[in-house]
């Protein structure tokens, strides 16, 4: 909701909105509550009081956060179209008893699709990500110790090997199967509702696909079709999705100056 909706208008959405549209999406009103003042005091949300109600607008490590998940959402796209047989490794030995270092470079790096050959070697088809890995690196504080290089393939071996020891694609291709068949509707009753389910669902891909090269996917692959379906979803539902969506938050603006002149009054 906060990516799709919040950051791309004012960074500002008041508590009705969101209880009003989350309770659609099945989530109870308390553990609605509940979350934002997680958000708030883990320093996503400053929250604003304006009389009895409040307004939450997103702080600047939210907006980087949230920029940055929406461009990796909204561009990928599967395989890359050309690839120059390029590979980006890391190498990183992490102490068993450092479970947030390992918790930081796996989560990480899986979401840069890298992916892991054990023994701290991580693999991607991926060059450019480079500074991105040098990030999660130095964030979980382990960047003096690690290796990072980029490599061709010699053909020793099965790069498919290597591949299917790094990635499970059996299970991201079963997941694109199901996203297919989940929004194969193309006019549904609540298009807002509907409009998040679909972000939210397409959002893991980023993290569980790598991206491979076509030379390197099973013959039967779905990732295309699905990246297809999203985009021609996303833009067809986005057009009565938003302004549903900035009618429920002007709502509680109004609602606050209704209120306020009340007090007035009194």
């Not at 099945?26 to 958000?39: D, F, K, N």
């Not at 068949?181 to 993290?207: G, K, N, Y």
Request: overall charge positive; glycine content about 8%.
């Amino acid at each position: 909701v906060l990516g799709e909706f919040v950051l791309p208008g004012d960074g500002t959405a008041w508590t009705s909105a969101l209880l009003a549209v989350l309770t659609r999406l099945g989530i109870e009103q308390q553990a609605t509550r509940q979350a934002l003042m997680r958000m708030s005091s883990a320093g996503w949300l400053e929250a604003q009081r304006e009389g009895r109600r409040t307004r939450w607008r997103l702080t600047a490590s939210a907006r980087e956060l949230l920029t940055a998940g929406a461009e990796r959402i909204s561009s990928f796209a599967g395989s890359p179209p050309d690839w120059d047989g390029r590979w980006l490794l890391v190498f990183v030995r992490i102490p068993e008893s450092d479970r947030r270092a390992r918790h930081v470079v796996r989560t990480r790096l899986n979401w840069a699709g890298f992916g892991s050959l054990g023994g701290g070697m991580w693999v991607s088809p991926h060059p450019e990500r480079e500074a991105e890995a040098a990030r999660a690196l130095r964030e979980a504080g382990v960047a003096d110790s690690a290796h990072v290089f980029t490599a061709t393939w010699t053909g020793l071996g099965d790069a498919r090997d290597m591949v299917a020891r790094a990635w499970d694609l059996a299970a991201v291709e079963e997941q694109y199967e199901q996203f297919i068949a989940e929004f194969s509707t193309p006019i549904p009753s609540d298009v807002l509702a509907r409009q998040i389910e679909l972000v939210h669902a397409w959002r893991r891909f980023p993290s569980v696909d790598p991206a491979l090269p076509r030379e390197l996917l099973p013959a039967r692959w779905s990732g295309m079709k699905a990246a297809a379906l999203f985009a021609a979803r996303r833009e067809r539902w986005s057009a009565a999705a938003r302004p549903e969506w900035e009618h429920l938050n002007d709502q509680g603006r109004s609602e606050e100056r209704r209120v306020g002149k009340e007090c007035r009054s009194r």
